[in-house]
């Protein structure tokens, strides 16, 4: 078997500092080097850890070469309402970095690139149930268009330079081991430590904004098999939808609820709202689940009990 040497940029991120414990126990701490602009928080300081920024083309190219990098996971962006607040900044990390890692991947004849887009590539009149896999793509959020952008970014790098690149679509992503970083779905997130620390929760959306939502083992679990399964599987060199659940912030509020009773919800819908509704409700996974076997794992119910049962460790 190939020894995969590999390399994760923005591993600090939500869902970074979740995929490399899923690398190292699949590769080994040592053949997985976790990356970030800053230094490394909790979990992440138990394996190798350096610092890089992608931005940094020709740092990055030598950090490659130095380590004999086989594989990229690059992670590095900023999610959606933190870019609306800085736009050119999104752009240019959303953007550069992503081409800095295709132009790696040429130079350094790397093995496969994993690079996330997200639902935010969709748009207000994109298709808003069961969203299909080709469609209407207008993305209102510069978040959103540097990742539809880097969606063709991909197909282009695949189809001229034959880079073994291959992404998903994921839905917000909630999990209990980093702080909500920036992005619409992330009330999810919050709404969880909140509904532990002070019983009660104000939410930015409103009661009834259904999104899609991935509780982050299933996306761990999506993004390795993607990546395992063999180059002629993987027949979408754009991103492919990947769904596992759906459910507004007052069904969130109930599921809790069913283990924390006092828990109470209020809404304060702001500028996220709009950003919310452009997006889609549901989406439609069959070619995931056709090509490569995407099968998800966690509904709202199961994963409130696993989250709230883990999460006071690391309140
Ligand atoms: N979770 C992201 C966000 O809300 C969407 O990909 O920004």
């Not at 976790?34 to 920024?53: H, R, V």
């Not at 800085?86 to 690139?113: C, I, Q, S, T, Y």
Request: with cysteine; charged share 25%.
């Amino acid at each position: 078997m190939k020894k995969h040497k590999i390399l994760i940029i923005g591993a600090g991120g939500q869902l970074g500092s979740e995929l490399t414990q899923g690398l190292w126990q699949i590769y080994g701490k040592e053949n997985v080097i976790a990356t970030d602009i800053k230094d490394p928080q909790g979990i992440l300081g138990q394996g190798n850890f350096e610092i890089l920024d992608v931005l940094k083309e020709k740092a990055l190219f030598e950090f490659i070469k130095k380590n004999n990098i086989t594989q990229i996971y690059h992670l590095a962006a900023v999610l959606s309402a933190t870019g609306e607040r800085n736009p050119k900044f999104a752009w240019h990390l959303n953007m550069d970095g992503l081409v800095h890692v295709l132009d790696a991947a040429v130079e350094f004849k790397l093995d496969r690139v994993y690079w996330p887009s997200s639902i935010a590539a969709f748009g207000p009149t994109t298709p808003k149930q069961n969203t299909p896999q080709d469609t209407i793509m207008d993305p209102t959020t510069i978040y959103g268009i540097t990742k539809l952008a880097g969606e063709r970014w991909c197909d282009w790098y695949f189809r001229n330079k034959g880079v073994d690149v291959r992404s998903l679509r994921y839905p917000g992503l909630i999990g209990y081991k980093t702080k909500p970083g920036g992005g619409t779905t992330d009330y999810a997130v919050d709404i969880y430590i909140k509904a532990l620390t002070d019983k009660k929760f104000e939410c930015f959306l409103s009661e009834h904004t259904y999104l899609p939502m991935m509780y982050m083992d299933d996306a761990v679990k999506a993004t390795l098999v993607i990546m395992e399964a063999p180059a002629e599987k993987v027949k979408i060199r754009s991103s492919y939808n990947v769904s596992a659940m759906s459910f507004s912030p007052a069904e969130i509020a109930k599921s809790i609820q069913k283990h924390i009773p006092e828990f109470t919800i209020s809404y304060q819908p702001d500028f996220r709202q709009s950003i919310a509704d452009s997006w889609p409700q549901s989406l439609d996974d069959m070619r995931a689940r056709q090509d490569w076997g995407w099968q998800p794992a966690f509904d709202l119910d199961k994963m409130t009990a696993e989250i709230l049962k883990h999460l006071p460790a690391y309140l």
